[in-house]
């Protein structure tokens, strides 16, 4: 399943993050022996334990809601937080990332989906912080991209509805805020079932679980029933 999936990422170069959340050590392992390095996981414990086992040139993206007190777990190591969705947050992150001398790399969270669980910034709320001299100096963290949830739905229009506003998105934050930083380039978008949609409508990353593990249990760490 691993090549089908990069076969089909191929073409417009997108980057494919594996989503082992809930999935063991093992499993990891056997699609890393297949070359694949980015992995993303939802909780900071269990991404802290996951990276202290395993081989240390995986990049782990955080992908999920990352409340402020558990940053400092992953503070250390983490290449990618996706989940960036308050100033709150990026405040301790940069934080966090002081400490270790890192600078780390996050995308904006934009809520995209209709539906009012998820989380994110709107725009005029992300505007208000990009702006704002407390936010601009902070100095451990790069702001490289944008990241979003598509509302959970059969009706492939409005998932492809969704995915053309976080590329407008982009588009405005890129134009107003990051015009000459090279590094602003990101938007992470598609999931399993959405995937093929996203890379049509310019998804630089993509998080796959379901496809590449199978499905997940829920039991322990997943919030969803
Ligand atoms: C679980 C999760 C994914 C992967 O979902 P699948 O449907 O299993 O591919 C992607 N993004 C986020 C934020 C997730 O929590």
């Known amino acids: ?113 209709a539906e009012d669980t998820k989380y994110g910034f709107d725009v005029a709320e992300a505007e208000t912080m990009l702006q704002s001299t407390d936010f601009q100096n902070l100095k451990n963290i790069r702001i490289i991209g944008v990241m979003g949830m598509a509302t959970f739905t059969d009706d492939e229009n409005q998932v492809r509805q969704e995915f053309k506003r976080l590329k407008e998105i982009f588009n405005i934050i890129k134009t107003k805020y990051f015009s000459k930083d090279i590094t602003f380039k990101e938007i992470s978008m598609g999931m399993s079932d959405d995937y093929q949609i996203a890379i049509e409508e310019g998804s630089t990353m993509v998080r796959i679980g379901t496809l590449l593990f199978g499905k997940r249990h829920y039991a322990s760490y997943d919030s969803k029933p």
């Open 1 to 113: 399943m691993l090549q089908q999936i990069l076969e089909k990422l191929k073409p417009t170069q997108t980057k494919l993050i594996a989503v082992s959340k809930t999935k063991p050590n093992e499993a990891i392992l056997e699609l890393y022996e297949q070359g694949q390095r980015d992995f993303g996981e939802n909780k900071a414990q269990e991404l802290a334990p996951k990276y202290e086992a395993l081989p240390k040139d995986i990049r782990w993206h955080m992908i999920g809601h990352l409340q402020t007190n558990k940053v400092k777990y992953i503070a250390p190591f983490v290449h990618l937080i996706h989940s960036a969705d308050s100033e709150k947050l990026l405040q301790e992150i940069d934080k966090q990332a002081a400490k270790y001398n890192r600078v780390i790399d996050c995308l904006l969270q934009f809520k995209i989906a």
